[in-house]
Each structure stands twice: as C-alpha cells, then as structure tokens.
C-alpha cells in the first residue's frame, strides 16, 4: 500500500496545490511539534506515506493556536497541557506557491481518549526523538532536529 501512496504522492500534492490555488489563495497552515525533548509525536495519513507532525488548515474565524488544539484532537486525540509556543512559520513553495505553515512546539500534552484509526488519520503514535521513522518526511525531520539538537532554523518547510 505505502508503494502505491508514493506512486500517487505527486499527483495528490499536485492536485490538492491546485485546489487551494483556486479555492482559498494563500494558505495558513499550523503543525504541532509534540515534544517532551526525548519524545515526538508523529501521524500517518491515509493518503500520502510517511510521518508527519500532526496538523492542518486554519480554518477562516480560527486562531492558529486554536486550530492546533483542533488539529491535535482530530488527528491524535491529544490537548495541550499547558503553553504552546511558536517555534517557526515556514514557507511550503512545494504546496500552493503561498502556502505558510506555522509551528508551535508543544513540551507537556495529554490524551483525550484512546486514538482510533480513521478515514484521514491510520496511526498517531510517540516515537524517541532519535529514534524517527525511516519513512518519516524531511520537513519532520527538520522541525525535531532544529528543536532537539539545535539546528539552523530554516525559513522553508
């Protein structure tokens, strides 16, 4: 199956960048760099393969932080547990051209309720922040080394 996903990777992103150039114009998006600094959470989606920081749209009327809390609930059935904090906004050319995503670090979160599969979301699990799947996404890997080991802050997601 994460064959046929990274056959189909480029027509979906393709796809889904048209859609929001017609649609929506410059997009905002948020991720949640769910990180205790020896733990990270990760999301597998049902529609691309890899691992990714959970996150998504900021939908018009929301606030980003409060489309983190959102995104954390729908896609790992997580909250905060105390403050977020902005971490980057990083620019996603690959997406929309004037795509931006904003990241918060988030040290201390909790469970809701017991993380169920669904149409979008296949597994959201904790991985040790030196221990990430091979499989996970190189802006993934980006977001936990700059928070984790100290690297450069990049401008581009």
Known sequence: MDRVLGILKPAVLATQSLVLRVTRG???GVRGLVCDGER????RHS????WYLPGGAVE???????SLGRELDEEAAVAIDGEAR???L????????RDHVAVYHVPSWRALRPFVPNREIREARVFPVDALP???TDATRRRVAELVAGAPISPLW
């Open 47 to 50: 529609y691309v393969p890899g």
């Open 26 to 28: 410059v997009t905002f």
């Open 90 to 97: 990083f620019f996603n050319e690959r997406m929309a051209r």
């Open 86 to 88: 902005l971490h980057g």
């Open 40 to 43: 990270v959470l990760l999301v």
């Open 134 to 136: 091979a499989d996970s």
């Open 60 to 66: 018009p009327g929301e606030t980003a932080l409060v």
